[in-house]
């Protein structure tokens, strides 16, 4: 009994010093905790609010640039390859049948239902828009409803150029509306998109195949390799646009998202997120900015030194003060959670056990990155697959993929050029390959558990 009284005693002193210390006059809300928990909400300083409102200030911007910003590129999408002449077709004063909806929608271009008024969305309901008509692609355009896609317009509404941003490749609709068209998501790549086709229709190619060094056919056979939800980012440094086999040398479209925490960006790990914001800013969109990169040399990247992309230096740089808030807001998209009823449960944590476990996967994929924290680069040995795209790049590795989100892009394919077209044959190469002896059953548990992440 007394000695139940006196920790009671105790506890009240602790209690009255606690409340004691939380008094004391302006140290209120600014006491961290070792949980890390408590201050969420609680920015009062001067320099705590100023850290508060840049970062809304770095999220808003990026999104911004994400969605919007072309960097200056339409001066090589529309002055240069004129693409915007294919898309408004001669009766609106461009070239050839032009670009319908439909056909835009064919090739995977997305539309964003939220940027369009009530009374279209009530019109498109009721059929009474002509979906086989490139006038109403232009009309699109003109609502910036395009998903990575600006027209450019004069005054008198007439298209005079386009530029491309990064959710082009990088976004894509979630279908609320109709198939292609719906609201957007940030980061998800767009595995319908057939980047090759639609470069394809541009009227003057000829500075494509000046680049690689090659003529006009050869880039219409290039592109026309590629198929939907995928790019070569790196045909324009190396020239390598075929592996030793026949297939095309391009890599599906990664997401962009769940990439906070991921210290090795691209399948080959060339850089950081700012890094390669950077070069597919400056390289690949053809933006203005500024870039450099003294592993584009001549030896391993003819194409990249013929054309000085080791050393970008553009006047008019619409670049490089953009690239803090677009990371910024990169490193803010989560990788979307599984949907409820898409997997096995059960078997997704009998999976779990054996991904940290009898599977080794793991040793690379560390939860809750599912990447390497620190250096994530892979010789292609370790994994048991051919050097083609690893020999593209300055590292001559491959990256450990972070998984989280991996349900959302099974389309397309798995590994950096969609070699495996299921989860199943992932699993059961690295069975063979690392000579796991994994069971039917244990395969199907681990698949499970890769559709939860
Ligand atoms: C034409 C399509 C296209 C456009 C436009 C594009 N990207 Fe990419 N992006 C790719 C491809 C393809 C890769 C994979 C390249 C590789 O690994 O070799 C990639 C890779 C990335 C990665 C690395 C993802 C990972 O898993 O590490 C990030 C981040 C990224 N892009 C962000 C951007 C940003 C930001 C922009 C705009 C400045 C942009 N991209 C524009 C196609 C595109
Ligand atoms: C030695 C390191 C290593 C181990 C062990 C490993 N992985 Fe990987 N994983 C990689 C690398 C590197 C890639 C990228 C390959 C590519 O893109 O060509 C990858 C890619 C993947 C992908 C494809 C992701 C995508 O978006 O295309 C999946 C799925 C995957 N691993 C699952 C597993 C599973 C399951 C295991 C265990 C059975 C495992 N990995 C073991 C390094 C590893």
């Known amino acids: 009994m007394n000695h139940t009284k006196k920790i009671i005693t105790v506890l009240a002193g ?31 300083s001067a320099n705590d609010q100023q850290i508060s409102s840049n970062m809304q200030a770095m999220f808003t911007r990026g999104r911004q640039i994400f969605r919007y910003d072309t960097f200056g590129d339409e001066a090589f999408w529309g002055g240069t390859l004129h693409l915007q002449q294919a898309i408004a077709g001669e009766h609106l004063g461009g070239v050839g049948p032009g670009v319908s909806p439909k056909t835009a929608l064919s090739v995977g271009l997305k539309v964003d239902a939220d940027a369009l008024p009530a009374s279209l969305v009530e019109q498109i309901k009721a059929g009474k828009v002509n979906m086989d008509d490139p006038a109403t692609t232009v009309a699109l355009l003109q609502l910036n409803s395009v998903l990575g896609v600006t027209g450019i317009f004069d005054k008198q509404g ?38 090759g086709a639609i470069v394809s229709l541009a009227p003057n190619l000829q500075p494509v195949a000046d680049l690689i060094g090659v003529d006009v056919a050869t880039v219409k056979k290039v592109l026309g ?14 020239g390598k646009a075929f592996q030793p086999n026949g297939k095309s040398g ?47 040399n001549a030896d391993q990247f003819p194409v990249g030194a013929r054309a000085h992309f080791n050393q970008v230096r553009n006047a008019d740089d619409q670049i490089t003060s953009k690239l803090a808030a677009l990371q910024f807001y990169q490193l803010a998209i989560p990788a979307p959670k599984a949907p409820e009823g898409s ?40 994994i048991g697959i051919d050097d083609f795209q690893s020999s593209r790049s300055p590292t001559k590795k491959y990256r450990t993929t972070p998984l989280r989100g991996l349900w959302s892009h099974q389309k397309g394919g798995f590994y950096h050029d969609g070699r495996f077209q299921t989860l199943d044959e992932v699993v059961s190469h690295y069975d063979q390959h690392l000579q796991l002896k994994l069971s039917d059953s244990e395969r199907k548990e681990l698949v499970e558990f890769l559709k939860s992440l």
Not at 14 to 43: E, Q
Not at 225 to 238: R, T
Not at 256 to 267: I, L, W
């Open 343 to 382: 997997y096995d449960k059960k078997q997704a944590e009998l999976g779990k056990a054996l991904f940290s476990g009898k599977a080794k996967c793991s040793t690379c994929h560390v939860p809750d990155l599912y990447t390497e924290p620190g250096s994530s680069l892979h010789t292609p040995e370790e």
């Open 158 to 195: 007439k298209l005079q150029s386009m530029g491309i941003q990064c959710a082009f490749c990088h976004s894509t609709v979630d279908d609320s509306f109709a198939p292609g068209i719906g609201h957007r998501l940030d980061g998800w790549p767009n595995r319908d998109l057939n980047v």
């Open 14 to 44: 602790c209690v009255f010093l606690l409340l004691l210390v939380a008094w004391v006059p302006g140290k209120k809300s600014n006491r961290a905790t070792s949980t890390g928990a408590a201050d969420a909400s609680a920015a009062t």
């Open 250 to 296: 391009a890599t599906l479209l990664p997401p962009a998202f769940g990439m906070a925490g991921v210290n090795d960006g691209t399948y080959t790990g060339w850089g950081s997120v700012t890094y390669w914001n950077a070069y597919v800013a400056n390289t690949q969109m053809h933006g203005k900015g500024a870039f450099s990169e003294p592993r584009l």
């Open 225 to 238: 390799s590629w198929g939907p939800g995928k790019y070569d980012a790196e045909l324009d440094v190396d």
